[in-house]
């Protein structure tokens, strides 16, 4: 048996100008995560990483951790199918439709104007709400990679890295929560997309969810561990 684990990265720039960057407490979280693998002596045959710079800077900086404390991690390989799906852009472009279809939407954003504190929170209540409906393709969009399209990269990219794994080894991925809801779905062989997506919504910032993968079998072992982070240093996006 081989044994893989998924890591979110870390929190990211919500609200800025660039989200795909970490956050000063992202970078926090990563370095808290290193320790903690290096303090449990874990040790990776292999390490991937998807092309966005959220996930590559995650990575980067467990690396870094290992280095200073005389470890060494296997240079990462890059899997485009370890991309996050567009969640974020589509919304902005689906929002006209999601209102209209989702009156419950159209209240949140009205309660913003009259109490603009609630701008994140309301923010994010709609993004569940638009989760849902793109994925279960009530939502189309020409320019922007659709759901399905998201899964079957995400698919590919899995099946990629499951073919180079070799019996008995530990290997690390560095990716995205969207991405590892999808993996799970492929473990579990779910169909439900909304459930698929409320996966991803409940993935926190670097935790880790595990696999066993033998040439019969790929089956989830864990999934969303935190065991590394204090509630005061836990978040979502």
Do not use: C
Not at 7 to 32: C, N, V
Not at 128 to 155: P, S
Not at 177 to 186: D, L, M, V
């Amino acid at each position: 048996m081989s044994q893989l684990y998924f890591f979110r990265h870390a929190q990211a720039s919500y609200g800025a100008a660039i989200y795909d960057q970490l956050s000063a407490k992202g970078e926090q979280q990563s370095a808290i995560l290193g320790q903690y693998l290096v303090d449990g002596n874990f040790e990776f045959d292999k390490v991937y990483v998807g092309p966005m710079r959220r996930q590559q800077h995650t990575f980067e900086i467990v690396a870094d951790v290992f280095s200073k404390n005389n470890r060494s991690m296997p240079e990462p390989i890059l899997v485009e199918g370890l991309k996050e799906h567009g969640g974020g852009r589509a919304m902005e472009e689906g929002l006209p439709q999601l209102m209209a279809q989702v009156p419950e939407v159209k209240r949140l954003f009205e309660e913003v104007q009259a109490r603009p504190e609630l701008k994140r929170r309301n923010s994010l209540l709609a993004f569940e709400h638009f989760m849902y409906e793109w994925a279960d393709g009530n939502i189309l969009l020409e320019k922007i990679i659709n759901w399905a399209e998201f899964r079957a990269n995400v698919r590919e990219g899995l099946n990629h890295i499951l073919k180079e794994t070799k019996k008995g080894e530990r290997v690390a991925a560095f990716t995205s929560g969207g991405t590892i809801s999808a993996i799970t779905a492929e473990a579990l062989q779910l169909t439900n997309e909304r459930r698929v997506a409320a996966l991803n919504l409940s993935i926190k910032n670097t935790s880790f969810t595990s696999f066993l993968y033998s040439k019969e079998a790929f089956n989830l072992l864990s999934f969303n561990e935190l065991p590394h982070l204090n509630k005061d240093m836990e978040t979502y996006v």
